[in-house]
């Protein structure tokens, strides 16, 4: 994945830099940049940014969210909180509990409240 956002941003420099070569005033346009060339690449240029931001966001989401998994025990209502692993599902038996050696399951799977300055 890192190594697609270093190519998309080394293509919209590019991109750019032709752009900004082609539609100067100071400069002649060569004989391959006509209209449609210029048009076509300003149009892959921004769906090539559009592509890099779709993947810059659903990149930062899934890095924020943090499941949190409460463990209790049925007998001594002993409960702990871990942060979720993968196969946790509520009712599952986590073995026997560190207090009164009672049976211990998982009674909820829950993300953490957002605070006010948005974190979690």
Request: net charge positive; aromatic share 10%.
């Amino acid at each position: 994945m890192k190594n697609i956002k270093t190519l998309l941003t080394i293509v919209i420099l590019v991109l750019a830099l032709l752009t900004l070569l082609a539609i100067s005033s100071e400069t002649e346009l060569p004989m391959f940049f006509n209209e449609t060339i210029i048009i076509f690449i300003l149009i892959f240029t921004v769906i090539v940014i559009f592509t890099q931001f779709i993947i810059y966001k659903q990149t930062r989401v899934a890095s924020a969210i943090q499941p949190i998994t409460k463990v209790i025990c049925q007998n001594c209502k002993y409960s702990e909180k871990r942060t979720f692993q993968a196969g946790d599902y509520v009712f599952k038996n986590q073995g026997l509990c560190m207090k009164c050696g009672g049976k211990m399951i998982i009674e909820a799977i829950y993300l953490s409240p957002k605070t006010k300055d948005g974190t979690g």
